[in-house]
Protein backbone atom coordinates (compact mmCIF):
# COMPACT_ATOMS: atom_id res chain seq x y z
CA UNK A 1 0.00 0.00 0.00
CA UNK A 2 1.24 3.54 -0.88
CA UNK A 3 2.44 5.66 2.65
CA UNK A 4 4.21 7.79 3.87
CA UNK A 5 6.61 7.20 7.44
CA UNK A 6 8.45 9.37 9.93
CA UNK A 7 10.19 7.59 11.48
CA UNK A 8 9.90 9.81 15.34
CA UNK A 9 6.57 10.03 17.00
CA UNK A 10 8.40 12.24 19.89
CA UNK A 11 11.37 14.32 19.76
CA UNK A 12 13.06 16.36 22.12
CA UNK A 13 15.75 18.36 21.88
CA UNK A 14 17.17 21.52 23.72
CA UNK A 15 17.46 24.80 21.97
CA UNK A 16 20.22 25.45 19.85
CA UNK A 17 20.52 21.46 18.91
CA UNK A 18 20.33 20.75 15.39
CA UNK A 19 17.36 19.12 13.86
CA UNK A 20 16.70 16.30 11.70
CA UNK A 21 13.01 14.75 11.33
CA UNK A 22 13.04 11.82 8.90
CA UNK A 23 10.54 10.81 6.04
CA UNK A 24 10.14 7.76 3.74
CA UNK A 25 7.55 7.14 1.35
CA UNK A 26 6.53 3.96 -0.66
CA UNK A 27 4.68 5.74 -3.62
CA UNK A 28 6.87 4.95 -7.43
CA UNK A 29 6.57 7.72 -9.82
CA UNK A 30 6.39 11.54 -9.95
CA UNK A 31 5.67 13.11 -6.66
CA UNK A 32 5.84 16.03 -4.88
CA UNK A 33 6.69 16.38 -1.38
CA UNK A 34 5.81 18.96 1.62
CA UNK A 35 6.53 19.39 5.09
CA UNK A 36 3.82 21.04 6.96
CA UNK A 37 4.02 21.92 10.67
CA UNK A 38 1.09 22.55 13.34
CA UNK A 39 1.49 25.07 16.25
CA UNK A 40 -0.03 24.34 19.42
CA UNK A 41 -3.99 25.40 19.10
CA UNK A 42 -3.10 26.47 15.35
CA UNK A 43 -3.70 25.37 11.81
CA UNK A 44 -1.60 23.57 9.45
CA UNK A 45 1.23 25.81 7.69
CA UNK A 46 3.30 24.73 4.94
CA UNK A 47 7.12 24.61 5.86
CA UNK A 48 8.26 23.94 2.86
CA UNK A 49 7.72 21.94 -0.89
CA UNK A 50 9.52 19.75 -3.58
CA UNK A 51 7.73 19.97 -6.88
CA UNK A 52 11.12 19.79 -9.20
CA UNK A 53 14.78 20.69 -9.39
CA UNK A 54 17.23 21.36 -6.84
CA UNK A 55 16.55 18.61 -4.22
CA UNK A 56 17.61 20.75 -1.39
CA UNK A 57 14.79 22.73 -0.59
CA UNK A 58 15.13 25.84 1.58
CA UNK A 59 11.61 26.87 3.84
CA UNK A 60 10.57 29.27 6.35
CA UNK A 61 12.02 29.93 9.54
CA UNK A 62 15.82 28.62 8.46
CA UNK A 63 14.16 24.96 7.87
CA UNK A 64 15.27 23.04 4.95
CA UNK A 65 14.80 19.55 3.34
CA UNK A 66 16.68 17.41 1.31
CA UNK A 67 14.84 14.46 -1.34
CA UNK A 68 16.78 11.91 -2.36
CA UNK A 69 15.28 9.41 -5.08
CA UNK A 70 16.87 6.71 -4.66
CA UNK A 71 16.54 6.32 -0.78
CA UNK A 72 12.50 7.35 -1.29
CA UNK A 73 13.29 10.29 1.33
CA UNK A 74 12.60 13.72 2.10
CA UNK A 75 14.25 14.64 5.59
CA UNK A 76 13.52 18.07 7.09
CA UNK A 77 16.66 19.90 8.91
CA UNK A 78 16.99 22.87 11.08
CA UNK A 79 20.68 23.75 11.98
CA UNK A 80 19.32 25.76 15.57
CA UNK A 81 15.89 24.94 17.30
CA UNK A 82 14.50 27.51 19.12
CA UNK A 83 11.54 26.99 21.59
CA UNK A 84 9.35 28.70 19.18
CA UNK A 85 9.60 25.64 16.82
CA UNK A 86 7.99 23.41 19.20
CA UNK A 87 5.21 21.82 17.34
CA UNK A 88 3.78 18.62 15.16
CA UNK A 89 5.84 18.46 11.83
CA UNK A 90 3.96 16.20 8.88
CA UNK A 91 5.35 15.30 5.63
CA UNK A 92 3.03 14.62 2.87
CA UNK A 93 3.44 13.23 -0.70
CA UNK A 94 0.94 14.28 -3.78
CA UNK A 95 0.77 12.89 -6.59
CA UNK A 96 -2.15 13.92 -9.24
CA UNK A 97 -4.79 11.88 -9.40
CA UNK A 98 -7.49 12.77 -12.18
CA UNK A 99 -10.38 14.74 -11.15
CA UNK A 100 -8.68 14.99 -7.46
CA UNK A 101 -6.26 17.57 -7.73
CA UNK A 102 -3.15 16.50 -5.74
CA UNK A 103 -4.28 14.41 -2.81
CA UNK A 104 -2.13 14.19 0.48
CA UNK A 105 -1.16 11.26 2.27
CA UNK A 106 0.30 12.59 5.40
CA UNK A 107 2.97 10.58 7.55
CA UNK A 108 2.40 10.12 11.07
CA UNK A 109 3.19 13.00 12.50
CA UNK A 110 6.19 13.76 14.63
CA UNK A 111 6.01 15.45 17.69
CA UNK A 112 8.53 18.22 18.38
CA UNK A 113 9.22 19.64 21.83
CA UNK A 114 12.16 22.21 22.41
CA UNK A 115 13.45 22.91 25.97
CA UNK A 116 14.11 26.34 26.49
CA UNK B 1 -1.15 34.29 1.02
CA UNK B 2 -4.50 32.33 0.64
CA UNK B 3 -6.94 32.40 3.52
CA UNK B 4 -9.20 29.21 4.29
CA UNK B 5 -11.93 29.48 7.19
CA UNK B 6 -13.80 27.29 8.66
CA UNK B 7 -17.11 27.55 10.92
CA UNK B 8 -17.98 26.70 13.36
CA UNK B 9 -14.62 26.67 15.33
CA UNK B 10 -15.98 23.96 17.59
CA UNK B 11 -19.75 22.26 17.86
CA UNK B 12 -21.45 19.99 20.52
CA UNK B 13 -24.43 17.77 19.19
CA UNK B 14 -26.48 15.14 20.64
CA UNK B 15 -26.09 11.55 19.35
CA UNK B 16 -28.39 11.52 16.22
CA UNK B 17 -28.67 14.87 14.82
CA UNK B 18 -26.94 16.43 12.09
CA UNK B 19 -23.77 18.59 11.82
CA UNK B 20 -23.02 20.96 9.29
CA UNK B 21 -19.49 22.10 8.51
CA UNK B 22 -18.43 25.28 6.27
CA UNK B 23 -15.17 25.38 4.32
CA UNK B 24 -14.61 29.33 2.74
CA UNK B 25 -11.30 30.26 0.26
CA UNK B 26 -11.18 34.04 1.52
CA UNK B 27 -9.25 35.16 -1.39
CA UNK B 28 -9.33 32.63 -4.43
CA UNK B 29 -11.00 30.59 -6.18
CA UNK B 30 -10.53 27.07 -5.13
CA UNK B 31 -11.56 24.44 -8.13
CA UNK B 32 -10.73 21.53 -5.34
CA UNK B 33 -11.51 21.33 -1.74
CA UNK B 34 -10.52 18.01 0.30
CA UNK B 35 -11.41 17.38 3.76
CA UNK B 36 -9.57 15.33 6.43
CA UNK B 37 -10.36 13.64 9.69
CA UNK B 38 -7.90 13.72 12.59
CA UNK B 39 -8.05 12.17 15.51
CA UNK B 40 -5.88 13.42 18.86
CA UNK B 41 -2.24 12.59 18.33
CA UNK B 42 -2.73 11.64 14.97
CA UNK B 43 -2.22 12.47 11.33
CA UNK B 44 -4.31 13.73 9.13
CA UNK B 45 -7.14 10.84 7.34
CA UNK B 46 -8.11 12.15 3.67
CA UNK B 47 -11.70 11.69 3.74
CA UNK B 48 -12.91 12.97 0.45
CA UNK B 49 -11.93 15.37 -2.72
CA UNK B 50 -14.48 17.65 -3.88
CA UNK B 51 -14.58 19.56 -7.26
CA UNK B 52 -16.80 22.80 -7.81
CA UNK B 53 -20.53 22.05 -9.47
CA UNK B 54 -19.18 17.85 -9.43
CA UNK B 55 -19.41 15.08 -7.16
CA UNK B 56 -17.57 14.70 -3.84
CA UNK B 57 -14.60 11.46 -4.54
CA UNK B 58 -14.45 10.02 -1.19
CA UNK B 59 -11.72 7.76 0.33
CA UNK B 60 -12.43 3.77 0.87
CA UNK B 61 -13.81 3.32 3.84
CA UNK B 62 -15.18 6.78 4.21
CA UNK B 63 -19.38 6.52 4.19
CA UNK B 64 -20.61 8.63 1.80
CA UNK B 65 -24.12 8.83 3.07
CA UNK B 66 -23.01 9.52 6.15
CA UNK B 67 -20.57 12.77 5.22
CA UNK B 68 -22.32 14.34 2.75
CA UNK B 69 -19.96 16.85 0.94
CA UNK B 70 -21.32 19.73 -1.51
CA UNK B 71 -19.25 22.12 -3.12
CA UNK B 72 -21.66 24.45 -4.67
CA UNK B 73 -19.09 27.38 -5.55
CA UNK B 74 -15.34 28.28 -6.05
CA UNK B 75 -15.48 29.42 -2.74
CA UNK B 76 -17.22 26.81 -0.12
CA UNK B 77 -17.57 23.31 0.32
CA UNK B 78 -19.73 21.97 3.08
CA UNK B 79 -19.64 18.85 5.28
CA UNK B 80 -22.62 17.84 6.74
CA UNK B 81 -22.24 14.94 9.22
CA UNK B 82 -25.39 13.20 9.32
CA UNK B 83 -27.10 11.31 11.97
CA UNK B 84 -23.85 11.77 14.34
CA UNK B 85 -22.87 9.45 16.88
CA UNK B 86 -19.75 10.04 19.40
CA UNK B 87 -17.51 8.20 17.34
CA UNK B 88 -17.62 11.09 15.02
CA UNK B 89 -15.97 12.98 17.50
CA UNK B 90 -13.30 14.18 15.73
CA UNK B 91 -11.22 17.19 14.18
CA UNK B 92 -12.34 17.63 10.89
CA UNK B 93 -10.25 19.84 8.64
CA UNK B 94 -10.92 21.20 5.18
CA UNK B 95 -8.05 21.97 2.56
CA UNK B 96 -8.59 23.75 -0.94
CA UNK B 97 -6.62 23.98 -3.78
CA UNK B 98 -6.02 27.00 -6.43
CA UNK B 99 -5.71 25.72 -10.06
CA UNK B 100 -3.34 23.11 -10.69
CA UNK B 101 -3.16 20.02 -8.85
CA UNK B 102 0.58 20.57 -8.36
CA UNK B 103 -0.35 23.72 -6.26
CA UNK B 104 -0.06 24.26 -2.34
CA UNK B 105 -2.91 23.46 -0.40
CA UNK B 106 -3.88 25.79 2.17
CA UNK B 107 -5.86 24.74 5.62
CA UNK B 108 -8.52 25.87 7.11
CA UNK B 109 -8.59 26.58 11.10
CA UNK B 110 -10.39 22.92 11.79
CA UNK B 111 -13.45 22.45 13.39
CA UNK B 112 -14.06 20.39 16.81
CA UNK B 113 -16.48 18.12 16.57
CA UNK B 114 -18.25 16.15 19.79
CA UNK B 115 -21.16 14.35 19.70
CA UNK B 116 -22.71 13.77 22.89
Known amino acids: AQSVSQHNHHVILSEAASLELGCNYS??????LFWYVQYPGQHLQLLLK??????LVKGIKGFEAEFIKSKFSFNLRKPSVQWSDTAEYFC??????????????FGQGTELSVKP | GAVVSQHPSRVICKSGTSVKIECRSLDFQATTMFWYRQFPKQSLMLMAT?????????EQGVEKDKFLINHASLTLSTLTVTSAHPEDSSFYIC????????????FGPGTRLTVL
Open chain 1, 92 to 105: AVSRFVYNQGGKLI
Open chain 2, 50 to 58: SNEGSKATY
Open chain 1, 50 to 55: YFSGDP
Open chain 1, 27 to 32: YGGTVN
Open chain 2, 95 to 106: SALSGSPTDTQY
